[in-house]
């Protein structure tokens, strides 16, 4: 007969605190086999039956035991230990950073990862692993255009008022146009690659059979989108185009329209005297961002233009078209903001930016 284990006096707390770790699904499983051999060796279970029971050794059973009347509750769980040796601790950082904010070696025009680690002779997985915990990717970029225009705030002002403020009774309309779409036509589908990834395959060579314009008006107020698609964007095609979007609502409203400086939309004169409900109002130079048509125009290239394959321009136009309806039936108002960009940010250093 297999020795009996000492017996281990349990509190009904006690009692209920184990039971309670063996009910926890999401115990670590080492945690519930202890819980498991304390409350077999409370009840006198012979300790080679417990150790049958639970598929280890005797000396096991021993061991936890003893750690529970020595400890209680805590000593069922694991000591922190000191673990291996940080290879790559503070100092590491401090050089990966402070290299970033030196010249690139010759020939590269800005640090990576490869060039990071060959230069401090260390694991170039350690490089990337630093870089990810940082947040830093050295191969994407941001840019900004700042506005010169000396008329920039009182102009940003009256389109940012339009937008959070219009007149009563009025309607706010975004308009621009998206020139030179190509209807391409090329080979499209998925590839697997050498990783294992499957990814959106296009073929490098394809056929051009020529181009759109699309005019496109948004109503700030109810996302809609009123678009229009022509051959050219002459002064012709634009006015054409207001002229339709115009006739859409009531002679009496009053309806202000936010352009960019293009030509085509500046000395419109005998329109704007022909529709005196309208009114244009020109975003700052170098500021068509204010533009909110803009963001759609984004969504548009990226959902109907980007990897698309087209044969002919009226596939190109009928897309567009089905885009547009699909698009209308659920459109919602933009939640329009900017990031302010400041131009001295481009100055602080990577080390400021990580702190």
């Given at each position: 007969m297999?020795r009996?284990?000492k017996?281990?006096?349990?509190?009904?707390?006690?009692?209920?605190e184990l039971?309670?770790i063996?009910?926890n699904?999401t115990n670590?499983?080492r945690?519930?086999?202890?819980?498991?051999?304390?409350?077999l060796?409370?009840?006198?279970?012979a300790i080679?039956?417990?150790?049958e029971k639970l598929?280890?050794?005797p000396?096991?059973?021993i061991f936890?035991?003893?750690?529970y009347?020595k400890?209680?509750l805590?000593?069922?769980?694991d000591r922190?230990?000191s673990?291996?040796?940080?290879?790559?601790g503070?100092?590491f950082?401090?050089?990966?950073?402070?290299?970033l904010e030196t010249?690139p070696p010759d020939?590269l025009?800005?640090w990576?990862?490869?060039?990071v680690?060959?230069?401090?002779?260390?694991?170039k997985?350690?490089v990337?692993?630093?870089?990810r915990?940082?947040?830093?990717c050295l191969s994407?970029?941001r840019?900004?255009c700042?506005?010169?225009d000396?008329e920039?705030i009182p102009?940003?002002?009256?389109i940012i008022?339009?937008?959070l403020?219009?007149?009563?009774?009025?309607?706010?309309?975004?308009v621009?146009?998206?020139p030179?779409?190509q209807?391409?036509?090329?080979?499209?589908?998925?590839?697997?690659?050498?990783?294992?990834?499957?990814?959106?395959?296009?073929k490098s060579?394809?056929?051009?059979h020529?181009?759109?314009?699309?005019f496109?008006a948004?109503?700030?107020?109810?996302?809609?989108?009123?678009?229009?698609?022509?051959n050219?964007?002459?002064?012709?095609?634009?006015l054409?185009?207001?002229?339709?979007?115009?006739?859409?609502?009531?002679p009496?409203?009053e309806i202000h329209?936010?352009?960019?400086?293009y030509?085509?939309?500046?000395?419109?004169?005998?329109?704007?005297?022909e529709?005196?409900?309208?009114?244009?109002h020109f975003?700052p130079?170098?500021?068509?961002?204010?533009?909110q048509?803009e963001?759609w125009?984004?969504?548009?290239s990226?959902?109907?233009?980007?990897g698309?394959?087209f044969a002919a321009?009226t596939?190109?136009?009928?897309?567009?078209?089905?885009?547009?309806?699909a698009y209308?039936?659920?459109a919602?108002?933009?939640?329009?903001k900017?990031r302010?960009?400041?131009?001295?940010q481009?100055?602080n250093?990577i080390?400021?930016?990580?702190?």
């Amino acid at each position: 007969m297999g020795r009996v284990a000492k017996p281990v006096e349990l509190s009904q707390q006690g009692r209920k605190e184990l039971e309670a770790i063996l009910s926890n699904s999401t115990n670590e499983a080492r945690l519930v086999q202890r819980a498991k051999i304390v409350l077999l060796c409370s009840e006198g279970t012979a300790i080679k039956r417990i150790a049958e029971k639970l598929d280890i050794r005797p000396n096991t059973v021993i061991f936890w035991r003893d750690r529970y009347r020595k400890e209680g509750l805590k000593g069922l769980y694991d000591r922190s230990r000191s673990g291996k040796p940080v290879t790559y601790g503070e100092a590491f950082r401090n050089n990966v950073l402070q290299l970033l904010e030196t010249p690139p070696p010759d020939g590269l025009a800005a640090w990576d990862g490869p060039a990071v680690a060959a230069r401090l002779n260390v694991s170039k997985d350690a490089v990337w692993r630093l870089l990810r915990q940082k947040g830093i990717c050295l191969s994407r970029q941001r840019s900004w255009c700042v506005s010169t225009d000396p008329e920039f705030i009182p102009k940003a002002a009256d389109i940012i008022g339009l937008y959070l403020n219009p007149p009563v009774n009025a309607i706010v309309l975004s308009v621009d146009e998206k020139p030179s779409m190509q209807a391409l036509e090329r080979t499209t589908g998925y590839v697997k690659t050498s990783s294992g990834k499957i990814v959106r395959g296009l073929k490098s060579t394809y056929k051009r059979h020529g181009t759109l314009n699309l005019f496109a008006a948004l109503n700030v107020a109810s996302g809609q989108i009123d678009g229009k698609i022509t051959n050219y964007k002459k002064r012709p095609d634009f006015l054409g185009f207001m002229d339709d979007v115009v006739a859409g609502y009531s002679p009496e409203r009053e309806i202000h329209v936010i352009l960019d400086n293009y030509c085509i939309h500046k000395k419109n004169d005998t329109w704007l005297k022909e529709h005196p409900n309208v009114f244009f109002h020109f975003t700052p130079t170098s500021a068509s961002w204010l533009n909110q048509v803009e963001i759609w125009f984004g969504i548009m290239s990226r959902k109907v233009l980007r990897g698309a394959n087209f044969a002919a321009t009226t596939e190109l136009k009928t897309a567009i078209e089905k885009y547009l309806a699909a698009y209308n039936k659920g459109a919602r108002p933009f939640v329009w903001k900017k990031r302010e960009v400041v131009g001295s940010q481009i100055k602080n250093t990577i080390v400021n930016l990580c702190n």
